[in-house]
């Protein structure tokens, strides 16, 4: 009895439990999200069930569903079940089922107008992320046809190289690079692949688990994270630069979790979220600074993905519309006086506008998909922009570190 009561008393001192972080936004839809990303501070972008990609343009504040042309969906390929921006307008998604993965099925797609529009790119049978060193060069990890976990590499757009790691119907899942040249990637098995130069040589490694790999992070270019579908041991770490790995016995509660995704802020905060294999809810970790202990939340929604962004803004979806941030968007006193004194004029205008208001700096102009439109300052305050169609735009900025938004309507 002693000893089954050190062992209760050892795992909640490891993981402190927390309500008082996550602030829940309003979805505009009750569909499960499946992933998120972030191409900046104010535009980001989920992916979700039934062909549908919501976009927000204010930091994740408001969410609107994006109307967009050149995916192909079907009853194989329902969902977007990736998606992945370098900025605000260049982008990746994955379409395929995110109820069971389809072996032999997939599409990739990309866009470069803000999810606008799409185009089918070149893919492996079965791609399930990837990852962007830039708009043209980047890597696509999954199972190819018959081929088991693979790599494509691109370069220019173009295929440069492929490489794969075993025959059969094994997959990857999970890939992050820590510079250009040093990654890893692991999915079936529980094995990582290392790499040196860039992905053009890999090394195998057996972690401690032979459970399926489903994300892995870089906190330095030491210390690793895995997130593992094991519900007694779902977190793994390296202190070597993934040579060896042990599990996380700090990451043990009673939820029994799965975790699925896992990032890491600026400010070295380690997020993890996945669900609970005896309670039908979504869990949510965080340390506050890598190393701490552990804390965590629960949610009566399955939670899918999250995303950091800005130095330490933490951004999580998951099902029935779920999406869960540790932002609070009130607007403070000060911010509502700075966004009274700011006028813009003429208001609604043609070609250019003014701001009566001194000190302001870092002006934006932006349309409602985010896309910034590009303007030039004159002394006299005042911004010129010229080819713009007509409609509602969000001019931004900031007076003393203080941010306000602005509506502009050009005529």
């Keep these: 009895m002693k000893k089954l009561m050190l062992i209760i008393a050892l795992i909640s001192q490891s993981v402190l439990y927390s309500q008082s972080l996550w602030k829940t936004i309003n979805a505009g839809t009750g569909l499960d999200l499946n992933t998120v990303s972030f191409g900046s501070d104010l535009v980001g972008y989920i992916g979700a069930d039934d062909s549908t990609i919501l976009k927000t343009i204010d930091g994740g504040k408001t969410w609107f569903n994006l109307s967009f042309t050149g995916i192909t969906f079907t009853s194989q390929l329902p969902d977007v079940t990736y998606i992945e921006f370098i900025n605000d307008v260049d982008g990746k998604c994955i379409v395929a089922n995110s109820d069971t993965i389809i072996h032999y099925t997939g599409g990739l797609y990309l866009t470069n107008d803000g999810g606008l529009t799409w185009t089918s790119s070149f893919s492996m049978c079965t791609p399930i992320k990837t990852y962007s060193f830039s708009d043209d060069d980047y890597l696509i990890i999954g199972s190819s046809c018959f081929g088991g976990k693979t790599i494509d590499i691109i370069k220019d757009s173009s295929l440069q190289n492929t490489v794969y790691h075993n025959w059969g119907s094994e997959i990857l899942y999970a890939i992050d690079f820590i510079d250009t040249l040093t990654g890893i990637v692991g999915g079936d098995s529980g094995q990582v692949y290392r790499t040196y130069d860039g992905g053009l040589s890999w090394d195998t490694v057996q972690t401690c688990t032979n459970n399926t790999i489903l994300d892995l992070k870089y906190v330095n270019d030491s210390l690793l994270y895995g997130a593992v579908e094991n519900e007694l041991n779902t977190m793994i770490f390296s202190n070597d630069g993934g040579l060896t790995w042990q599990f996380d016995n700090n990451s043990l509660t009673f939820f029994y979790p799965t975790m699925k995704d896992l990032d890491v802020s600026k400010k070295h905060q380690l997020v993890a979220v996945g669900e609970s294999s005896n309670s039908n809810q979504g869990v949510i970790y965080w340390q506050d600074t890598v190393g701490n202990f552990w804390q965590y939340d629960t949610d009566n929604k399955l939670l899918n993905a999250l995303e950091t962004y800005g130095d330490s803004t933490i951004i999580v979806v998951g099902d029935s519309g779920k999406i869960l941030i540790n932002k609070d968007f009130s607007t403070s006193i000060k911010e509502e006086n700075i966004s009274k004194r700011v006028v813009l004029y003429p208001n609604p205008t043609t070609n250019h506008f ?27 305050n005042t911004y010129l922009f010229n080819q713009v169609s007509s409609g509602i735009y969000y001019v931004t900025g900031y007076i003393n570190q203080v941010p306000f938004t602005k509506t502009l309507v050009v005529e």
Excluded at 361 to 380: A, P, Q, T, V, Y
């Design 354 to 380: 003014s701001i009566k208001t001194k000190g302001v700096d870092n002006i934006k102009m932006n349309d409602l998909f985010g896309r910034e439109i590009m303007i030039s300052k004159r002394l006299d």
